[in-house]
């Protein structure tokens, strides 16, 4: 649940002004219409050579809308660490020989991932693969996207879905239900298993960690560990192998735990390599199978289904959406990390600062077991390194859901360096669009700073019965991570951790990045709290439009503001009031003209729409 994802329209831009809907071709697009035919030649000679060869795939994108999704200015290349990075190249010869371990560990996660995404990802993959050695140029193209959003199934930076697979759309239950199981099948299956008293069956079924298969006429749930037991011995074996050869024995101790975890299902075991996890602080290098439940949509139908929600509950059945999984490796950055961990002291301070703080226990626990480092990357798979229309920023784990919080555990922070990137080019977007002597109090500073305290207000707040509000939890907790990094920034800037001039470019910044290229839809937790936050701030005149069209924002009433917000939203936390949850996402998740007027805008100054990241030390290392 604590990831922070940002839009990459941030991060890369361009000031190219061709509208997206052309009807003619515009001149820099006329030279690709002779390749554009010599594509579509080669895909009816490809289509008609090898019918019956194709899985039954075709690829979903014409010719035309490849070549225009992979042009520079509209597909960004997000760069890890190099071969010959010299991160990589101080290390120490046993972790040299780790982190290769580590580099196959985090590929075979991502292949894991993929299955659980959709289980045409990979048939597909396959498919591409055996067209572009034919030479079939439509093949290539979709297979740089494919890399970018790490399957057939996205959404780009304009909240358009995206299939690659023609006729084919991503189900709602991805690849951890059965393709072809309606809502109304799946409700009607557990309520009648329920009265069956299968109970147990109900409750493997409903865990975040399991596929879920068709049983005759019912539903079986398989833990994870024993659905790709292959995958995950090797993937165990890589880990054993690792922890051999790195100099660190903590980090050796945490890899063997982890292996364990994947040896054998038993959420206990988990537990024990989270907790050990999350006390690494001064290791060379980074390793994390991230574990996020933000995407499955079909165990978060239940909670619309009151009749069914109540009989579960009533039988102990709390149903948690699944996770889906992601390989993090890198090599700690010293002196990135000095600076966030400078961070980790404030924490009481600012729990004292949570409205209704007596209501609750804090998130943070009296120790303040969070640690937190700075991390170059080497390689994100799965989850954690797919882009789709956003890239992850920062993560804190384990979510709330996990077992280790309760057997002490805490929680670790890993910020990932290499997706600050373009930083000076963060706010090109809003040259246009935000008054000039606004535009020039901006930081690049600023977007790190706001990332630091949205994950540390991820620890702070009611500590339980988040999974009561359903599918408007997670909307609702990083919409608190959100405001409560702002509401504080004043209290900061009092401890002198952000001057006058980097507290106003951070509070301009915030009210910026709430504005979106387009309206995304309902699904997309991250987005949508942007609107609402937008919203919220819209209604208390915040944000006004000068008279030739320019974004102005009263700097003064953002803090007043997010408290406000902030209030309403800790309220709802302590309550787990799931009704009163959903009123205030409809309240505030509401497109406006202005919005409307902001996103195209936003739409002419960059033309970004998916991206990909590229590995090269982790290319070299997993080719040795
Ligand atoms: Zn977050």
């Known amino acids: 649940m604590k990831i922070l994802k940002i839009n990459t329209q941030n991060q890369i831009y361009t000031n190219t002004n061709i509208p997206t809907k052309t009807v003619s071709a515009p001149k820099a697009e006329q030279n690709s219409e002779l390749l554009l035919t010599q594509l579509n030649n080669l895909a009816v000679v490809n289509h008609i050579a090898f019918t019956g060869q194709n899985n039954g795939y075709e690829i979903g994108l014409s010719g035309r809308e490849l070549l225009k999704r992979t042009k520079p200015e509209r597909f960004g290349h997000i760069n890890l660490l190099s071969a010959d990075a010299p991160e990589y190249q101080r290390l120490a010869a046993g972790d040299k020989k780790a982190l290769a371990h580590l580099v196959h560990a985090a590929n075979l996660i991502g292949e894991i991932n993929m299955k659980l995404d959709d289980e045409n990802n990979i048939p597909f993959r396959t498919y591409l693969e055996s067209e572009i050695k034919k030479g079939n140029l439509r093949a290539e193209l979709t297979y740089e996207l494919f890399k970018g959003q790490k399957g057939a199934f996205s959404q780009d930076m304009e909240f358009n879905h995206i299939s690659l697979i023609k006729g084919m759309k991503q189900s709602l239950g991805k690849g951890v239900y059965p393709r072809d199981l309606s809502v109304e099948e799946f ?126 509950q009533k039988n102990g059945i709390q149903p948690i959406a699944k996770d889906f999984i992601g390989g993090r490796v890198g090599i700690v950055n010293k002196e990135g990390t000095d600076f966030i961990t400078s961070s980790k002291d404030l924490l009481p301070k600012l729990a004292e600062l949570m409205p209704y703080r007596n209501e609750y226990t804090q998130t943070i626990n009296k120790d303040n077991k969070q640690t937190m480092v700075d991390v170059d990357l080497v390689t994100v798979t799965g989850n954690v390194g797919e882009h789709r229309g956003k890239i992850t920023l920062a993560e804190n784990l384990p979510n709330i859901d996990k077992l280790s919080l309760t057997i002490g555990g805490g929680r670790r922070n890993v910020y990932h360096r290499q997706m600050r990137v373009n930083k000076d080019n963060l706010f090109e977007p809003y040259k246009k669009l935000l008054v000039p002597e606004q535009l020039a109090k901006l930081s690049p500073n600023s977007y790190h700073y706001f990332t630091i305290f949205h994950e540390n207000a991820h620890s702070l707040g009611p500590n339980k019965g988040h999974e009561k509000l359903g599918k408007y939890r997670n909307i609702i907790e990083e919409n608190k991570a959100d405001i409560a990094a702002i509401a504080f920034t004043d209290k900061l800037t009092e401890l002198g951790v952000y001057s006058e001039f980097e507290r106003e470019a951070l509070l301009i910044n915030f009210v910026l990045q709430n504005y979106l290229k387009a309206k995304p839809d309902a699904h997309v937790a991250h987005r949508v709290r942007q609107v609402m936050q937008a919203k919220y701030f819209e209604d208390n005149d915040v944000v006004r439009l000068t008279k030739d069209g320019k974004i102005f924002v009263d700097v003064e009433k953002v803090v007043p503001t997010a408290q406000k917000m902030l209030k309403e939203i800790i309220r709802i936390q302590i309550d787990g009031d799931y009704k009163a949850a959903g009123e205030y996402v409809d309240r505030n998740f509401v497109w406006t003209p202005k919005m409307e007027y902001i996103a195209k805008e936003l739409r002419k100054n960059s033309k970004m729409l998916n991206a990909k990241v590229n590995t090269p030390l982790a290319d070299a290392l997993s080719n040795n």
């Open 187 to 312: 409700h009607n299956i557990l309520e009648r298993m329920i009265y069956d008293g299968e109970i147990e069956a109900v409750k493997k079924m409903l865990t975040q960690r399991s596929v879920v298969v068709r049983d005759g006429d019912k539903l079986k749930g398989i833990d994870y560990i024993d659905y790709y037991k292959k995958e995950f011995t090797q993937v165990a074996h890589h880990l054993e192998q690792a922890a051999k050869h790195s100099t660190n024995e903590d980090f050796n101790e945490f890899l063997r735990y982890q292996a364990e975890a994947l040896k054998t299902a038993d959420p206990l075991l988990d537990a024990y390599a989270d907790k050990k996890w999350a006390t690494l602080q001064d290791t060379p290098l980074e390793f994390t199978i991230t574990r996020e439940n933000y995407d499955d949509k079909m165990t978060e139908t239940i909670f619309d289904n009151e009749k069914l929600l109540k009989l579960l």
